[in-house]
Nanobody, 121 residues
Framework: QVQIAESGGGMVQPGGSLRLSCTASGFRLWVFNTGWFRQRPGKDLEGVAC???????TYADSVKGRFNISRDNAKNTVYLQMDNLKREDTGLYYCSTTCNVPAKIPDSETWGQGTQVTVSS
């Protein structure tokens, strides 16, 4: 069964860190590009970071220098290390096998349910 699932979210104080995981089952995640996206309260879905299948990574300007995307092929997992978190990073974070930002989350087996990140003191 093809499935993708995000985990690792939580509540953290400003300046703190979290590591999100995107784990795939039923297919080899490393064959595809893998993107992290977020839905912040009252805002459109936005791309946060993406790692291409050949390893090249790109980041949104708002997270450059603070977030790092990486991949562990043995675990079929892509990670998003988030450091120096800010209140404006609060949102529901998703991953998928694309770097392109859709208008809305599609009903697809290659999109998970998301993991909530809350940055608050």
């Amino acid at each position: 069964q093809v499935q993708i699932a995000e985990s690792g979210g939580g509540m953290v104080q400003p300046g703190g860190s979290l590591r999100l995981s995107c784990t795939a089952s039923g297919f080899r995640l490393w064959v595809f590009n893998t993107g992290w996206f977020r839905q912040r309260p009252g805002k459109d879905l936005e791309g946060v970071a993406c790692i291409r299948n050949h390893g090249y990574a790109t980041y949104a300007d708002s997270v450059k220098g603070r977030f790092n995307i990486s991949r562990d092929n043995a675990k079929n997992t892509v990670y998003l290390q988030m450091d120096n978190l800010k209140r404006e990073d609060t949102g529901l974070y998703y991953c998928s096998t694309t770097c392109n930002v859709p208008a809305k989350i599609p009903d697809s087996e290659t999109w998970g349910q998301g993991t909530q990140v809350t940055v608050s003191s």
